[in-house]
């Protein structure tokens, strides 16, 4: 971004506008295209050998332009003219280059071109041609406010011919733009109101939210919920559903996913996060004995003081019973959770004995066993 070999192109263009300088105009588009498509080609190599190939938040970041980097792109070349037109040395062109940022947005491009994602590569394109034309029309604009000299067209319909381009070059830019802030904006508040109906409306003392997942797009809005524990009536759930309006979420598709069977379909992983979650944000004592379905740890003292026994690391033993009801049918499954930490890390061979043996102590095949 420091280096910035392209701030000087765009504003090389914005400057021969601005001073009808035609030749100066083809020389900056000519040295801009030249620098665009190697510094591509070169981001295009390099995502395509390096072995680094996940989308951090630097390069998404780049892939969904929207007004706010118009008026960014538009403010950065402002001030990059206004310095560029002082005698004396200051800090601002470093700040502008980093703050318009022409070349993160072509690496973007190379990278969606080196994994072959079409959304990453237009967007960032998008996001170029956005800093690009403003810092040109910034730069424009500054010239003409220092009324620098320019020459003069023998024939004025060229020179209106030119202010006509840029007025269209303008809005077709900023529309875009303007559209995918819109969708930006309304996705955050969706995405809000969605995460507040959940956190308020499902609290129930038998059942809980395991996975949640907010989809939007332009044509629908949904939310998908994973639950377990005690089944919710159809008159609950239709209530929920009756209650999206309040929380400004009309015609959101609310569907609701319970009765998993769990030998093949639950991932323990995800009860073993719902529960510490619920112990942590509820601050639960161990020995607090709740109700059948309660996903809340019940301590067995007897057990615990047998598994010191066997390993004196353990710090804390819980379990108990989760109801799990079939897709397919009426039929219910009871999986009975045990979670223990210990002050060591049990490898896979311990943990597995441990499960046994648990196993064997209760009883039961269907034992489960979460080791924090």
């Given at each position: 971004?420091l280096?910035?070999?392209?701030?000087?192109?765009?504003?090389?263009?914005?400057?021969?506008?601005?001073?009808?300088?035609?030749?100066?105009?083809?020389?900056?588009?000519?040295?801009l295209?030249?620098?665009?498509?190697?510094?591509?080609?070169?981001?295009t190599?390099?995502?395509?050998?390096?072995?680094?190939?996940?989308a951090?938040?630097?390069?998404l970041?780049?892939?969904s332009?929207?007004?706010?980097?118009?008026?960014?792109?538009?403010?950065?070349?402002?001030?990059?003219?206004?310095?560029?037109?002082?005698?004396?040395?200051?800090?601002?062109?470093?700040?502008?280059?980093?703050?318009?940022?022409?070349?993160?947005?072509?690496?973007?491009a190379?990278?969606?071109?080196?994994?072959?994602?079409?959304?990453?590569?237009?967007g960032?394109?998008?996001?170029?041609?956005?800093?690009?034309?403003?810092?040109?029309?910034?730069?424009?604009?500054?010239?003409?406010?220092?009324?620098?000299?320019?020459?003069?067209?023998?024939?004025?319909?060229?020179?209106?011919?030119v202010?006509?381009?840029?007025?269209?070059?303008?809005?077709?830019?900023?529309?875009?733009?303007?559209?995918?802030?819109?969708?930006?904006?309304?996705?955050?508040?969706?995405?809000?109101?969605?995460?507040?109906?959940?956190?308020?409306?499902f609290?129930?003392?038998?059942t809980?939210?395991?996975?949640?997942?907010?989809?939007?797009?332009?044509?629908?809005?949904?939310?998908?919920?994973?639950?377990?524990?005690?089944?919710?009536?159809?008159?609950?759930?239709?209530t929920?559903?009756?209650?999206?309006?309040?929380?400004?979420?009309?015609?959101?598709?609310?569907?609701?996913?319970?009765?998993?069977?769990?030998?093949?379909?639950?991932?323990?992983?995800?009860?073993?996060?719902?529960?510490?979650?619920?112990?942590?944000?509820?601050?639960?004592?161990?020995?607090?004995?709740?109700?059948?379905n309660?996903?809340?740890?019940?301590?067995?003292?007897?057990?615990l003081?047998?598994?010191?026994?066997l390993?004196?690391q353990?710090?804390?033993?819980?379990?108990?019973?989760?109801?799990?009801?079939?897709?397919?049918?009426?039929?219910?499954?009871?999986?009975?959770v045990?979670?223990?930490?210990?002050?060591?890390?049990?490898?896979?061979t311990?943990?597995?004995?441990?499960?046994n043996w648990?196993?064997?102590?209760?009883?039961?095949?269907?034992?489960?066993?979460?080791?924090n």
């Open positions: 971004m280096i910035s070999p392209i701030m000087g192109p765009v504003m090389g263009i914005g400057l021969g506008v601005g001073i009808n300088d035609l030749e100066l105009v083809k020389r900056g588009a000519k040295n295209l030249v620098a665009t498509i190697i510094s591509v080609i070169t981001s190599i390099y995502f395509s050998i390096t072995p680094l190939h996940e951090q938040s630097e390069l970041a780049r892939t332009p929207s007004i706010w980097d118009v008026f960014i792109a538009f403010f950065g070349g402002l001030a990059g003219m206004v310095a560029a037109s002082r005698t004396e040395k200051n800090n601002v062109i470093p700040g502008v280059a980093i703050a318009t940022a022409l070349m993160p947005p072509l690496c973007t190379g990278y969606g071109l080196a994994i072959g994602n079409w959304y990453f590569f237009l960032a394109i998008y996001l170029y041609f956005i800093n690009s034309v403003f810092i040109a029309i910034a730069t424009y604009l500054i010239t003409r406010y220092l009324k620098l000299s320019k020459k003069h067209f023998d024939n004025t319909e060229i020179q209106k011919k202010s006509r381009y840029i007025i269209i070059i303008v809005i077709v830019t900023i529309i875009p733009s303007i559209f995918m802030a819109y969708r930006i904006v309304d996705k955050s508040i969706f995405e809000t109101n969605a995460r507040k109906f959940v956190e308020e409306q609290v129930y003392k038998n809980q939210v395991i996975t949640k997942t907010y989809n939007y797009s332009s044509s629908k809005k949904s939310i998908d919920l994973l639950l377990i524990g005690e089944e919710l009536s159809k008159k609950t759930t239709d929920l559903r009756a209650n999206l309006t309040k929380y400004k979420l009309k015609g959101v598709k609310l569907n609701i996913l319970q009765g998993l069977n769990a030998r093949q379909q639950l991932d323990l992983s995800q009860i073993k996060a719902s529960i510490l979650e619920d112990v942590y944000s509820k601050q639960a004592r161990a020995d607090t004995v709740k109700g059948k309660s996903l809340e740890m019940v301590t067995d003292t007897q057990v003081s047998e598994i010191k026994t390993y004196p353990v710090r804390s033993f819980g379990l108990n019973n989760i109801v799990i009801r079939r897709v397919d049918t009426t039929l219910a499954d009871t999986l009975k045990a979670m223990a930490q210990f002050g060591n890390r049990m490898n896979k311990e943990t597995e004995r441990l499960q648990l196993r064997t102590r209760y009883k039961t095949t269907s034992l489960k066993l979460v080791i």
